[in-house]
């Protein structure tokens, strides 16, 4: 079955600077990458995703790779903010089955203002 | 905007009792879900749900773990006889269809905590 790593568990970084968190997955017939943001009490939320048939997705700050030959994928945040500290989980799903997200382990991102 | 909601938020159980989650998906949707969480750890999938019957499940839903959908809104997860190891959070998600439309409509609820003494 499909396994997705997720490097590194913990990110500190200065406000203003840029983040990466960096994702491969084994299953090379997954097909949708999404990006989930986790907040202390609540259940993943969707920040950016992309499909297996476009490289590099940008939406304002937030964008995300994809290198299918090498099956990995990274989340790059510009200009963070203290607002952006979070755990990061970066998931892989091949559709046409049951649909179900494998999740990485998560990273733990602090933003120091 | 349309939420998934869970309850009870945190639920303390002894070892060997029934629990049973209980989750409302978003009203349209169609394909519905359970993951766990163990503290520090990833989120794995526990189950899929769809057309009133189990798509897949995972090697972690054994014959302790039933789901059910006893009416047009509740979604629930019911441990038969709790271990030590079940501590985790549990998030139930739902998505309207599947494919490239349905993927980016998955939403999950805010969790239920479970903590077996």
């Known amino acids: 079955g499909e396994n997705v790593e997720q490097h590194p568990s913990t990110l500190s970084v200065q406000e203003g600077d840029s983040a990466v968190i960096k994702c491969t997955y084994s299953d090379s017939a997954s097909n949708y990458f999404p990006w989930y943001k986790q907040e202390l009490g609540k259940g993943p939320q969707l920040i950016i995703d992309i499909r297996s048939n476009v490289g590099e997705k940008k939406d304002q700050r937030i964008a995300v790779t994809l290198n299918k030959t090498a099956k990995h994928f990274s989340l790059h945040i510009t200009e963070t903010q203290p607002e952006d500290s979070a755990v990061y989980f970066c998931?892989?799903?091949?559709?046409?089955?049951?649909?179900?997200?494998?999740f990485g382990k998560g990273t733990k991102l602090t933003v120091n203002p | 905007e349309p939420e998934v909601t869970q309850t009870p938020s945190h639920q303390v159980t002894q070892m060997g009792q029934e629990v049973i989650l209980r989750c409302v998906p978003i009203?349209?949707?169609?394909?519905f879900y359970w993951y766990r969480q163990i503290l520090g750890q990833k989120v794995e999938f526990l189950v899929s749900?769809?057309?009133?019957?189990?798509?897949?499940k995972s090697e972690i839903f054994d014959d302790q773990f039933s789901v059910e959908r006893p009416d047009g809104s509740n979604f629930t997860l019911k441990i038969r006889s709790t271990k030590l190891e079940d501590s985790a959070m549990y998030f139930c998600?739902?998505?309207?269809?599947?494919?490239?439309?349905?993927?980016?409509?998955?939403?999950f609820g805010s969790g239920t905590r479970l903590t077996v003494v």
């Open positions: 998600a739902s998505i309207l269809t599947g494919g490239p439309a349905g993927s980016r409509g998955y939403t």
């Open positions: 749900f769809y057309n009133n019957e189990i798509s897949e």
């Open positions: 998931a892989a799903l091949r559709q046409g089955g049951s649909e179900k997200l494998v």
């Open positions: 009203s349209n949707h169609l394909y």
